[in-house]
Structure formats: structure tokens, C-alpha cells
């Protein structure tokens, strides 16, 4: 089955600091990416996702790009907010084998 | 459009009652997934379906029970409640196989076993 490893914080950082949140995964075949994100007191959302070699996702100023060679989906933001303060879940998708979501990554920003 | 809405988002059970958590969805979504979240922990799967009618347990399946007689609705039923029910419970869906497709997550139901 698939499955990743990736630190589970909490990573704490000032307002502005370059965030890199890292994930490596192991799978059977060729998954497709994602990076879910985790408010508090609310579910999971797609951050982003990438579904082949090389391509790079992004949205909200995050981005990962999915390396086959290296079998990782690092996330970065160049300037964190305090909003940004979340629990961070990097998931492989393939075929139909449902997503198991581990602790993930708590992030928190300071002002 | 709503997405994926769950009920109730809070409730407190004795030990021994019975509940359904509701879970409903308008994006004609075919399949459908129960998790929970125990305090600081990840998601742990309870059940899923791949369309109306088909059901299968996740990883922890045990004491509750689901069906999918549409595509829409997908209730879990907690039946004789334990304290180790308490948890935050978490409907989701995706408009084909998980693999490639999107999970969309409700808002959760918190739920707390006395």
C-alpha cells in the first residue's frame, strides 16, 4: 500500500519566515500528489495537488513539486502568515486505495 | 452549492444510547468515506462506499454501522456508544476513485461519550 513519512511538528515560525514542510512517499505504481490542509475546528481541504512527474502545484502562495526520483512532494511558502497556522496532510493517491491521513504537520506562525 | 454537510456538529450520548451521524452530499459524488479524528491524531477510516447500495469497513469499523441507499445520503450509526467513541467524525466524498480524485470534507461532527 501507499503510505508517507513527514515530520509532525509542530513547526513554529515568525510571520514571514520561508516554511518547507517535507514528504516522502512510497507507492506501488505512479500516484497522483496532494497536500490537504487542516483549520482549526474545521475538516480537510485540498491545498494542492500534482498528478505526474515534475509538475508543480500551488495555491495560496504554496507550492510542491512531485519528484519520481527521489519519491518526495516537499511543500514550501516563501512568506508564512499567521493565518496560515493549520495541520498539514501529504497523501499519494492511486487507483483505489483510500487515503489514510496520519498526524500530519501542525504548523504555527507567530506574529 | 453545499458540498459535503454533516449533522449534528455537536452531541453528548450516555453510555449505551444510540445515534446516526448524517452525512449528505450534492455534487452526485459516488463515493463516500466515514473517518475520525481522535484529540491530536490523525484519521482513521470507518467505512466507505463506492456508490448506492455498496459498503465496505475501513480500519476501524467496529461498533458503528453505515448504508448508501442514495447517492446523496451516507449516515453512520453508532449503536450501544462507548467512551471510546468519542471522537470527531468526519464525512467525505469524491466523484470518482480516491487515487486520483479530490477527497471534499465535511465540516465534522463532535461527539462526546459520557
Known amino acids: 500500500g501507499n503510505s508517507v513519512t513527514q515530520m509532525e511538528g509542530p513547526v513554529t515560525l515568525s510571520e514571514e519566515a520561508f516554511l518547507t514542510i517535507n514528504c516522502t512517499y512510497t507507492a506501488t505504481g505512479y500516484p497522483s500528489l496532494f497536500w490537504y490542509v487542516q483549520y482549526p475546528g474545521e475538516g480537510l481541504q485540498l491545498l494542492l495537488k500534482?498528478?505526474?512527474?515534475?509538475d508543480k502545484g500551488s495555491n495560496k502562495g504554496f507550492e510542491a513539486t512531485y519528484r519520481k526520483e527521489t519519491t518526495s512532494f516537499h511543500l514550501e511558502k516563501g512568506s508564512v502568515q499567521v493565518s496560515d497556522s493549520a495541520v498539514y496532510f501529504c497523501a499519494p493517491g492511486e487507483g483505489s486505495y483510500i487515503p489514510t491521513f496520519g498526524r500530519g504537520t501542525s504548523l504555527i506562525v507567530h506574529p | 452549492n453545499a458540498g459535503v454537510t454533516q449533522t449534528p456538529k455537536f452531541r453528548i450520548l450516555k453510555i449505551g444510547q444510540s445515534m446516526t451521524l448524517q452525512c449528505t452530499q450534492d455534487?452526485?459524488?459516488?463515493?463516500m468515506y466515514w473517518y475520525r479524528q481522535d484529540p491530536g491524531m490523525g484519521l482513521k477510516l470507518i467505512y466507505y462506499s463506492v456508490g448506492a447500495g455498496i459498503t465496505d469497513k475501513g480500519e476501524v469499523p467496529n461498533g458503528y454501522n453505515v448504508s448508501r441507499s442514495t447517492t446523496e445520503d451516507f449516515p453512520l450509526r453508532l449503536e450501544l456508544a462507548a467512551p471510546s467513541q468519542t471522537s470527531v467524525y468526519f464525512c467525505?466524498?469524491?466523484?470518482?476513485?480516491?487515487?486520483?480524485?479530490?477527497?471534499?470534507f465535511g465540516a465534522g461532527s463532535r461527539l462526546t461519550v459520557l
Open positions: 455534487m452526485n459524488h459516488n463515493y
Open positions: 467525505a466524498s469524491s466523484l470518482g476513485p480516491p487515487g486520483a480524485n479530490v477527497l471534499t
Open positions: 500534482a498528478t505526474k512527474a515534475d
